[in-house]
């Protein structure tokens, strides 16, 4: 079954405290993306990468890292999570990334107290 | 720059009533546009895409939705809801690049019995 997987699926941390989202994907896609959902304004992408060791800035990279050491893996790291990180975050993947649609993960629910 | 408006982000609607959820964008280059759907506590699900083929796009569980150049819309519409179909609905546009999926605010939609 084609999907992507993330874990963990909640995590409560502490201000400071650097922690890992992993994401997996077992489609060989090319194109990974890293989102974060908050109230009223729909999903803002972090951080995207094209394909292995490419990377690029989204639309609100501050306070996170990325890394696409192999195809399958988009990790996405908060080195010093601040509570203004708190948030809902989806890893998608797809072949390429001009027209073609997005397959999401089923998300991480983040608290930084 | 691209950008995605969808008005009104909580639509209620009588079960059999139409549904009609509005998306206009805004866009440089001739765009792709995506509907996403979210069930509660799961991710995006693809509902239907515009690739520049037809202007009239169907998705899944009944939803289609047309693509007007002239007015940049792409407005979600299903003849008859249905009470499954409650969930919150996300537009999005890529640019010709495809590297940043750009999303609405979504649209909670409520079906009444």
């Known amino acids: 079954e084609a999907q992507v997987t993330q874990n963990p699926r909640y995590l409560i941390t502490v201000t400071g405290k650097k922690l890992t989202v992993t994401c997996s994907q077992n489609?060989?896609?090319?194109?990974m993306s890293w989102y974060r959902q908050d109230p009223g304004l729909g999903l803002r992408q972090i951080y995207y990468?094209?394909?292995?060791?490419?990377?690029d800035k989204g639309d609100v990279p501050e306070g996170y890292k990325v890394s696409r050491k192999e195809k399958r893996n988009f990790p996405l790291i908060l080195e010093s999570p601040s509570p203004n990180q708190t948030s809902l975050y989806f890893c998608?993947?797809?072949?390429?990334?001009?027209?073609?649609?997005?397959?999401f993960g089923p998300g991480t629910r983040l608290t930084v107290l | 720059a691209q950008s995605v408006t969808q008005l009104g982000s909580h639509v209620s609607v009588s079960e059999g009533a139409l549904v009609l959820l509005r998306c206009n964008y805004s866009?440089?280059?001739?765009?792709?546009l995506f509907w996403y759907v979210q069930y509660p506590n799961q991710g995006l699900q693809l509902l239907l895409k515009?690739?520049?083929?037809?202007?009239l796009v169907k998705g899944i569980n009944g939803f289609e939705a047309e693509f007007k150049k002239s007015e940049t819309s792409f407005h979600l519409t299903k003849p008859s809801a249905h009470m499954s179909d409650a969930a919150e609905y996300f537009c999005?546009?890529?640019?010709?690049?495809?590297?940043?999926?750009?999303f609405g605010g979504g649209t909670r939609l409520m079906v009444k019995p």
């Open positions: 998608a993947s797809s072949f390429g990334a001009s027209g073609r649609a997005m397959l």
């Open positions: 489609m060989n896609h090319e194109y």
């Open positions: 990468s094209m394909n292995v060791e490419v990377t």
């Open positions: 866009s440089s280059v001739p765009p792709y």
């Open positions: 515009y690739t520049s083929a037809a202007t």
């Open positions: 999005a546009v890529s640019d010709g690049a495809g590297n940043m999926l750009t």
